[in-house]
């Protein structure tokens, strides 16, 4: 008897119900899978219950006998064993499948980071989930690669859209992960290189480059912040002119920093040309004037980027803009004599304004100098006019940022806890926590709000909950434990609370299996 007979002798009960139609057969059904038909309708009293076990029973034998397309290549080789124990039965096993199917970005970097740290990988049987999370989110692909393994770097080989995943075997050379393995495996090979042989990183990656695509050029440029030196002028030279505005952004951002190299000091020597200091009633100023012409050197310096057609900035704004992008922030210090405060004092004051907060804002981000951090997070003015409160704190160094924090949860940020959250998630770098302090005060302040239940109503947080619980230090998840609930909970807000549960839990069971191997560990 084939499986669409099978198919029809369950289609009466199902079309019109079990209570109508009686699933019992007149006769047995012939054959194995029959036999196992029979079996279960016989043991299973309740209709509509063995309907749903027949149709299963029946839908797994049909894809069992189902024929696949024949391609006419050879089966790939089998996978390399893998070197690490996968993920075993306990809390955390547990959980993963709500984890990798419903839990936010943040749960998995922080289960994909946990599970690395205890020399473990991702049970088989959540490899093609996990890929296709790394598919969706390039920032979680770093902490995937190292708990895929060799079945999952298999795996990620056999589709196109997770060929990001494939790459050389833990155990190969490491030459081999260069020259074989992915963008993750390259990087880390390439710091490393660059730690104790920079001048042999350097050429590495300079015969490397013509070959790359564009994401992988500009990241592995990035990769020359380790070790920087005035020897690494020529080839970010070269890279300044690279047809990506990314690899081009990358070069410049590692050319600020080489104050002495020959495209930071045209950038200076064009940018005082345009300052003056003249005498003003019994003291001096600074004044400044954009320039009236594009410079002769325009294109070889990449300033001929054409104006933006819906841009604010004026023609002779736009180019002063990027001219200020091209100098240091030490250089302004250094030559007008003033500090970051002044100097966005100084620029506020002048009518080239909006060009120069521009231009300092973009040469920050690439920098990150706390003092400049700090000057713009105290000229609110400056700040608003820039729009960049969030970027501004997520460049201050980690105890600036938690200092800048508690200071706002003393001024009232409970009152806008929404934008605060974002706030902080902003600014708390993957791979880390708050601190202890800071994330009890955050603990407390959210079992206030949620034992008042006036979380269900501030849409802005609650879509930010599960993500703000993953930055809290694991000594603050006590207070949450158990999440309070209300009997007029919404359905939605139902489902967002089962989720706080279950991140709460997952933090917990990554807790203990950290501890866990660090005392295994332990001599």
């Known amino acids: 008897m084939s499986n669409a007979a099978h198919w029809a002798a369950l289609l009466p009960a199902a079309m019109v119900g079990t209570d109508r139609q009686p699933l019992a057969a007149t006769s047995p059904l012939p054959g194995p899978v029959g036999a196992l038909l029979n079996d279960t309708l016989a043991q299973t009293p309740d209709s509509a219950t063995a309907l749903l076990r027949a149709a299963g029973i029946v839908a797994t034998c049909s894809l069992a006998g189902g024929h696949g397309l024949h391609t006419g290549d050879a089966p790939p080789a089998a996978a390399a064993p893998d070197q690490r124990p996968p993920l075993q039965a306990g809390p955390l096993m547990a959980l993963l499948p709500w984890v990798v199917a419903e839990g936010p970005p943040r749960l998995h970097q922080a289960v994909f980071q946990g599970l690395d740290h205890a020399g473990l990988q991702l049970p088989p049987r959540f490899l093609p989930a996990a890929l296709e999370l790394g598919r969706r989110s390039v920032a979680l692909r770093p902490w995937l690669a190292p708990v895929l393994g060799e079945r999952g770097r298999w795996l990620a080989a056999q589709r196109d859209e997770w060929r990001y995943a494939t790459g050389a ?169 003033m500090s970051p405060a002044d100097l966005l004092a100084w620029a506020q004051s002048t009518e080239w304004a909006k060009a120069l907060l521009r231009g300092w804002r973009d040469v920050l981000l690439s920098t990150a100098n706390p003092a400049w951090c700090h000057a713009f997070l105290q000229a609110p003015a400056a700040a608003r006019q820039l729009n960049d409160t969030d970027t501004l704190v997520a460049l201050l160094p980690r105890a600036d940022r938690e200092a800048w924090w508690q200071q706002q949860l003393q001024h009232g940020a409970a009152t806008h806890l929404g934008h605060f959250a974002s706030q902080m998630l902003t600014g708390c770098p993957a791979g880390e926590t708050l601190s202890q302090p800071l994330s009890l005060a955050l603990a407390r302040l959210l079992r206030e709000r949620a034992q008042h239940n006036t979380l269900a109503d501030d849409y802005g947080l609650r879509s930010l909950l599960g993500e703000l619980l993953c930055i809290l230090h694991p000594d603050a998840l006590h207070l949450l434990d158990p999440w309070p609930r209300h009997a007029d909970e919404t359905p939605s807000f139902a489902t967002i609370a089962h989720g706080l549960t279950q991140v709460i839990a997952t933090q917990r069971a990554l807790v203990q299996l950290t501890t866990h191997s660090s005392s295994t560990a332990t001599p």
Not at 313 to 334: D, H, K, N, S, T
């Open 169 to 337: 075997s833990d155990t190969a050379p490491p030459e081999t992960l260069w020259s074989e393995g992915n963008l993750e495996q390259r990087k880390a090979f390439l710091h490393a290189e660059r730690t104790h042989s920079p001048d042999a990183a350097r050429q590495r990656l300079s015969d490397t480059l013509a070959e790359l695509p564009a994401r992988e050029r500009a990241e592995l440029t990035a990769v020359l912040a380790q070790g920087l030196g005035p020897a690494d002028e020529p080839l970010l030279d070269r890279l300044r002119q690279d047809r990506s505005r990314e690899v081009r952004s990358a070069a410049l951002a590692l050319l600020l920093r080489l104050p002495d190299a020959a495209f930071t000091q045209r950038a200076c020597a064009r940018m005082a040309a345009l300052l003056k200091h003249e005498r003003a009633l019994l003291r001096k100023r600074w004044t400044i004037d954009a320039p009236t012409a594009l410079p002769a050197d325009a294109k070889a310096d990449q300033l001929d980027t054409p104006r933006p057609q819906h841009n604010a900035l004026g023609e002779r704004a736009w180019w002063l803009y990027q001219c200020v992008g091209q100098v240091p922030l030490a250089w302004w210090e250094q030559h007008m004599d």
